[in-house]
């Protein structure tokens, strides 16, 4: 597994990010029964920078906590059968770990977001990463029967590692 953190904003976090994202990746990979050792980004930018990030790739002028960017096109959610007939498109050629893709946060929005729902920026870190990651494995809360499912398994990701709303 391996994470590549950029952190542009200067922001410091009273944990270490890129062990955290790794952290969660091995939940997430563990629950998606993935095969394969997996590779991710993160960039941790600021209001400014995503509020860009989200009008230039999705036409969306305003700021958001949490941009996700698969590099994956799955058919079914967590199904990543189809992985090794696409290898050129799906797995990095040096390392062999299938590329996942790519996420970005907002220190800003992270901060703003725990002190409104009252946790640590562990827990918001976390459940943001959480999020993005299963966005890279092809779930979307689009529909409300998503929504569910997603929110059941970015809670069962942060019970596994004992990270609380307190």
């Given at each position: ?6 952190n542009?904003t ?5 944990f270490?990010s890129k062990?955290?994202?790794?952290s969660?990746?091995?939940?997430v ?11 991710v ?5 600021d ?50 770990e ?26 918001e ?7 993005s ?18 929110e ?15």
């Amino acid at each position: 597994m391996t994470s590549y953190v950029e952190n542009e904003t200067g922001t410091s976090f009273p944990f270490d990010s890129k062990e955290l994202l790794e952290s969660i990746m091995e939940q997430v990979m563990d629950m998606e029964n993935c095969p394969y050792e997996t590779s991710v980004n993160l960039l941790i930018t600021d209001n400014k920078s995503i509020r860009e990030y989200n009008r230039d790739y999705r036409n969306i002028d305003k700021e958001t906590d949490v941009l996700s960017f698969p590099n994956l096109s799955f058919e079914r959610a967590g199904d990543f059968s189809f992985a090794e007939e696409n290898e050129a498109d799906c797995f990095d050629p040096d390392s062999g770990e299938l590329l996942l893709g790519d996420i970005i946060l907002s220190a800003d929005r992270i901060k703003e977001q725990a002190e409104e729902y009252g946790h640590s920026l562990l827990r918001e870190f976390a459940f943001l990463t959480a999020h993005s990651l299963f966005h890279l494995c092809g779930y979307d809360h689009m529909e409300q029967e998503e929504a569910a499912v997603m929110e059941k398994k970015q809670e069962e990701v942060l019970e596994r590692l004992h990270i609380t709303r307190g």
